[in-house]
């Protein structure tokens, strides 16, 4: 079993910053890729980002492309993703999942970890 743990959320105006992070622990051996989703009120779930353990190889959905920068620490198990130019549709609970295999999928039934969630307030 694994735990993520995710922090960082919180309030911030129209076009600031905020970094989450998200901190695995258990048999993070058996993590492959880690990823960021995001369900805004009265919509599904989405992909933000994702990226692979070993190799870095990362992949975005195109409405962060040039806004939001995901990056782990390896020897941390933590997986972190910069947001910047915030903006009042990024408002949303951010989770962080984890997948033991070596990809880097969109589809969020992918994934076998999940966190409990951060909440992201954008205000205009």
């Known amino acids: 079993q694994v735990d993520l743990v995710e922090s960082g959320g919180g309030l911030v105006q129209a076009g600031g910053s905020l970094r989450l992070s998200c901190v695995a622990s258990?048999?993070?051996?058996?993590?492959?890729?880690m990823g960021w989703f995001r369900r805004a009120p009265g919509k599904e779930r989405e992909f933000v980002a994702a990226?692979?353990?070993?190799?870095?190889?990362?992949r975005y959905a195109d409405s962060v492309k040039g806004r939001f920068t995901i990056s782990r620490d390896y020897a941390q198990n933590t997986a972190y993703l910069q947001m910047d130019s915030l903006k009042p549709e990024d408002t949303a609970v951010y989770y962080c999942?984890?997948?033991?295999?070596?990809?880097?999928?969109?589809?969020?039934?992918?994934?076998?970890?999940w966190g409990q969630g951060t909440q992201v307030t954008v205000s205009s």
């Open positions: 999942a984890g997948i033991r295999e070596s990809k880097i999928p969109a589809d969020d039934g992918a994934y076998d970890y």
């Open positions: 258990g048999r993070t051996l058996t993590v492959s890729a």
């Open positions: 990226i692979l353990k070993y190799s870095g190889a990362t």
